[in-house]
Every structure is written in C-alpha cells, then in structure tokens.
C-alpha cells in the first residue's frame, strides 16, 4: 500500500448492522459513495447474511452493483459460511472476510457452533478463497476478553491466527469485540503476533466502550500494526445508552495518526462531511471524541475562506 | 509514593475556574471530599489569585480550613505571584503550583508579561518554596502547541523546566494546555526530559480536545512518567460546545491505568459517584468516555449485590 497505515472503514457493515432503522441498498451506497470521496480506500461494504437474520444488510449483492468503481478502493464483504461465500464471489466480491470467535462459549451463544466447527468452517473459505483468487482475511474476535469467558488465552489466539493464515488467509484481524482490551494487553499480544506473523498481514479492530481504543491503536502502532478498522462517527458498536461509545470512530483515528505525521492517504478533515452524511442517513447523532474540534477547524476554515 | 501512577486530581481548580456558575466554598469542600473518599491522594484544591480576575477561586483561604485532614492526600494550591505565595502558605498550604507558558506570546496575552519576567516570577517563588520548606511544582503550558506560535520548541522547555528545577521546583508538570498533542510528541519531548530531570520530578497534564489525551498518557507512561493530572468527570478547559472534551476525565485515566494492572490508591469505579456530585454541584452534564460504561458496572454491581 502507498500509505504509511491503512484505515479500513467498518461503518457500512459493522456499523450499519446493529442499528435499530434499516437503509435502504441506495442509502448505503450514499454512505460508501462520500466515504470513497473523502479518501477512504478500505471499505468493509456489507455482508453477505440471511436478511431474515440481518435485514440492515439484506441486497449486499445489489448493492455491490452500485459501489464507486474507484480504482484505488478494496472493498470487502463479511460471510458467515460457504453459501454466502458464494452469494459474494457472484455479486462480485474480491474480499471477502470471516469471523471466528476465540472462545467455546462465544460460538456456541453467538452461532451455536463449537470452536472447532466455526475454525473448519472459516478455514474451508479461506482455502476457497485461495484456489478462486480471492483475497481472504479472518477476523479473530474476542481476541482479548469473552464476554462470558473472561480474559481470553493468547495461545489460542495465536493458534487460531496461525490455523487461518495456512488455510490461506491473506490478512488476519485482531478484534477487541467487547471493547475490554488495555494497551498492556495489546501489547502482549501483537508483539507475538508480529514475531510469528509478521506485521504486513495483521490489522487491529478496536472497540471505544472504556475510552481506550486509540491508546490500543498506539500500543499497536509501536508493535509494527499499519492496519486498523474504524467507523465513521463511531457508528454502531454502542451497547449501552446513546452517546456510549463503541466502535472507534474513523475520524478519531485518522486525525491521530495524521497529527503523528503518518500518511493515511487522506485529511482527517474530510471525513466531517461524511459524520454529517452518516448522521442524515441513520437518524442518530454521531461523532467521535474529537468531532466536534475537526468541525470546527472546518467551520472557521470556511468562514475565513482557507483551504 | 506507595502507588504505580500517582493521579493528581486538578477539577477543583482548574476545572471550576473555567464554569460560568461559581460554588461557594462549602460546596468545593463538598467536591474535594468525594474525592477524597474515593481515593484520591492528590488534589489541586484551589488558587490564591484575585478574585476579581477568577472569582470562581474565591475564599481558597477559606476552603483550606475546611479540607478534610486526611493524611495520605496532597492538596495544592495555584499562586500567580509571591502575594498568591504568601497568601497560600499563611492559609497553611503545603505544596505551591506556579505556571510558566513556554512561548513569549501566550505570556505576553495571557498576563502582559513576557516570558523572562514570567520565568523571574516562578523561579523567585520556587526558591521561597525551597527556602520555606513548602513543596513547589512548575507547571510549563503549552508546552507542545501555543495558540498563537504554533508548535513549541522543545528546546525551550526543556531550558525552563531545568530553570524551575535548579530554582527549586520538586516537580515540573509537562501541561498540553490546549490539548494539541501527539504521541509521538510526546514521546519526543517526555524521552528528552526523563533523561535530563529523571521520571520521578515529572508530570504530565494531558487535554482531551482532540480525543488523544490517554494516547498521549500511554506514550508518557512508556518514558517512565509516573504522574498525571485529570479532572474529574472531564470537568473544566471546554472551551467549544457542551460535550467536547476538555481535560482528561479521571475516570478515564483511572480506568485504563487500573486495566492495565498498575495500582493507582483506589478503584476506578470509585469514581462514579464523584461524577455525580460534580455534576450535582456544577449543574452541567459530565462524564469522560469511559463513565457510562463504569456507572453501568456500578449499577449492575448494586443490583446483584456483588462488591
């Protein structure tokens, strides 16, 4: 990539699947269109689930027929199983991303799968992907504490990062589900994971829920991480009470690693429109931590007429 | 100290300095010993400036009177100049903060002093401090970003923080006054002054206005500074629309540096109530990023009847 870090963008389907209003395929391609505008170029576009179990996300496939066809943009898509694999590759899909939780008893509550099934069944897609030339990537969730579990053993993250990487995993993404990751913790864990992984092939997803995503992207930075998943406005992955945060909001992200000095491709910036847009389409108020600074460094710019 | 990271608590002065109502000196001694009821070991209770400039600070004379005698709490006090000095310590203060804005244009603004007068004024009062036997800190502002220059030179903080140390000063607090700070400036300046002042005679004062203020902790905390100031409830330096943040909330930086397993005195969660009876007090809306996430684990402990 020609960035120093990547920010794939969440939002579309992370974001847009645990909202209580479902947008229609034209709303979400609006939403992708003024993310690929503002320089986003990962985007995690939608997933490709039964709509009786995830109506926001019903039409994946025709909303794939809408995307920008912006050259410079990867565009992926969550499946959960073979059949939606399918459903992607047909709909023209060239990533495509599995999840496999870490732990027994966030299988078996979240899909009433064991471990072992969920690892054969994302490790059968990702073969898949191999021999069909697409570009497959495995999210390991609750990677760093299970809701029902605890704190989550390192070695079978490890161990399952390992198992999809020979499966033929182009990428594996470590996901804080819960949002119960510290930087110590982060630590730990990536810097093993890059000594057995290497760096190139490892991304970080983040939850804001206790305040401490971007000190875990920090802490994740200094192990050699490039890659991160966000949402604009910090869309979705709010479990509590409105304004609760949940996903990282891309925005927070990007102005950080811009303020370091790390070219993301794009102004921190410009992604102020797309929290507006974002906000229009779904009805409720976003932003994150540093919102409403990025508005107003837009504000007095337009009002004194600076670039 | 008998803790990992001693957090020094500055919403009693610097927090309600800023807000629009002004309590009465019973009620700052109500929110300073909520404070000291959870926990807390450090706190900046007041300032002995002019009431007509801050009547906010009003009766910090008063207020000392009133301080619950706990053995184990620091309080300190903000004094301008040596009648602030003189004012302090016959109100029986133990421990004087001064400030010092590292740039010639944020003195020259901020108290129509230029910086050698500034540093005269401070390095005087460190060396009363000194000759007294009271404890003096030198707070330098601004030290990463000035409104009106720009980026700070390092090089001239760290020539005032060892003015102030060889004046006196027991401690230089490192201040991000306008909340611009990166981590890797961070990394930068604090690595530079834990080398010429060692970590121990070092603070860090972090501002949440651009979501970055744990981040920035992180990158500190990785130089070897073991002390930080908050605000409780993120109270106080909010200087755009209700809701941006200002300082670094408490129970932020309690709640990440008790995660990552260091001892900080108290429980994090201690700090709900805190929040409370600021908000009670002050009448405006707090919480840093983490409280509604720790006011439900209070909740959800009281409901169960666990610990």
Redesign the interface.
Known sequence: MSVDVLINEVGPRDGLQSQGKTLTVGQRAELIGALVDAGISAIEAGSFVSPKAVPQMAGTNELYALLPAAEHVAYSALVPNMRGYDLAVAAGARTVNVVLSATETMNQKNIRMSLEQTTSVCAEIMQRCRQDGINGQAYVAVAFSCPFEGETSQSVVRSLSDRMMEAGAGKVIIADTI?AA???QVTGLMHDLVGSISAERLSCHFH?????A??N???AL?EGVREFDSSIGGLGGCP??P???GNLATE?LA??LE???MDIGFAAQRLVPVVRTAERLTGITLG???F??LA?QVESEEQGGGA
């Open positions: 949002g510290n930087p110590r804001d829920t206790r305040g401490m971007l000190a992207v920090l802490a200094n509590f009470s304004g609760a945060s927070d102005l950080m303020s370091m000095g994150g931590h540093s409403r600074w107003r």
